[in-house]
């Protein structure tokens, strides 16, 4: 079964500080994608990687960065965490053909930014 | 550029009722379709997708869908919804050569009440 897998459900942090998310996959999928999830806005793609340390921007990269090291783990990083962050984030993966793939997505992490 | 409009953000139906859940897009160049669902507290599921052939895509759970070129769009149907079709529900497109790229819409919730 497949599994895509995301270190906290829910997360609490303060202005300012840098949090990551981590997001692991176990089916030796090329690519990897971080969503975020606002009411009303449906999701939208901050970063994705094709492959080991690439990676690309997507819609909304702008205070996020992302990194890469092994194919099966893909961390999201907020360099200094702001309330406009507060937001669900989802992470995906799928195989490399990936425009007619189906993604496979984690729960999903809750983030409060205070 | 390609984009996605859900035209209903909420769609209440009592069960055993039918359902369509409308998705319309945007694109100047071919476009692959998928429908995603999301139970509450979870990451996101296919329902189904279409890539080529039959226009009539059926899915998991008793959904289809019928892509209409012409129109531009990619409803969602079910004939007698549960309590348990109780969701949000993502209307997607990906272009080919992309490296799996989803643009979302802006998603609609599905509450069937008894």
């Known amino acids: 079964d497949v599994k895509v897998t995301q270190s906290s459900r829910y997360l609490v942090k303060r202005t300012g500080e840098k949090v990551f998310l981590e997001c692991v996959q176990d089916m030796d999928h090329e690519n990897m994608f971080w969503y975020r999830q606002d009411p009303g806005l449906g999701l939208r793609l901050i970063y994705f990687?094709?492959?080991?340390?690439?990676?690309e921007k997507g819609d909304i990269p702008e205070g996020y960065s992302v990194s890469r090291e092994k194919k099966e783990r893909f961390s999201l990083i907020l360099e200094s965490a702001s309330t406009n962050q507060t937001s669900m984030y989802l992470c995906?993966?799928?195989?490399?053909?990936?425009?007619?793939?189906?993604?496979?997505f984690g729960p999903g992490t809750r983030l409060l930014v205070l | 550029a390609q984009s996605v409009t859900q035209l209903d953000s909420q769609v209440p139906v009592f069960e055993e009722a039918p359902v369509e859940l409308r998705c319309n897009y945007s694109s100047s160049v071919s476009v692959y379709l998928f429908w995603y669902v999301q139970y509450p507290n979870q990451g996101l599921q296919l329902l189904l997708k279409y890539l080529s052939g039959s226009t009539l895509v059926k899915g998991i759970n008793g959904f289809e869908a019928e892509f209409n070129k012409s129109q531009t769009s990619f409803h969602l149907r079910k004939p007698s919804v549960h309590i348990s079709d109780t969701a949000e529900y993502f209307c997607a497109v990906s272009v080919r050569g992309n490296t799996g790229k989803l643009i979302f819409g802006q998603g609609t919730t599905l509450q069937v009440k008894p």
């Open positions: 990687s094709y492959d080991v340390k690439m990676k």
């Open positions: 995906a993966s799928s195989p490399p053909t990936g425009y007619q793939e189906t993604q496979y």
